[in-house]
């Protein structure tokens, strides 16, 4: 099982960036499909952008595609999440996940999570 710790949130203003991390630990983090989810209050939990560990492939929900990336550095077992052009919307609790999966986006299919990290941002 990998272990995740999330970090990076804050308090921010509309159009701001915040780019969150994530340390992974445990179990080999280069086989490992990678996810962010966020919660907002009062809303089920939503994938935010995966990226596999096959390939290099992305996905990004609808909602961030453009402005939002997810990177990893294998060498470093870090995942990370670039919020560019934030908007009140985007206010919610960040998970970082992991999967053996080489992709997916449903967070049932993620086995391991991070303890989440607050966004807000502020209009």
């Known amino acids: 099982q990998v272990q995740l710790v999330e970090s990076g949130g804050g308090l921010v203003q509309a159009g701001d960036s915040l780019r969150l991390s994530c340390a992974a630990s445990?179990?080999?983090?280069?086989?490992?499909?990678l996810g962010w989810f966020r919660q907002a209050p009062g809303k089920a939990r939503e994938f935010v952008a995966a990226?596999?560990?096959?390939?290099?492939?992305?996905d990004y929900a609808d909602s961030v595609k453009g402005r939002f990336t997810i990177s990893r550095d294998n060498a470093k077992n870090m995942v990370y999440l670039q919020m560019n052009s934030l908007k009140p919307e985007d206010t919610a609790v960040y998970y970082c996940?992991?999967?053996?999966?080489?992709?997916?986006?449903?967070?049932?299919?993620?086995?391991?999570w991070g303890q989440g990290t607050q966004v807000t941002v502020s209009s």
């Open positions: 996940a992991g999967t053996y999966k080489i992709y997916s986006r449903k967070e049932t299919e993620f086995d391991a």
């Open positions: 990226f596999s560990w096959i390939g290099g492939g992305t």
């Open positions: 445990g179990r080999s983090f280069s086989r490992t499909t």
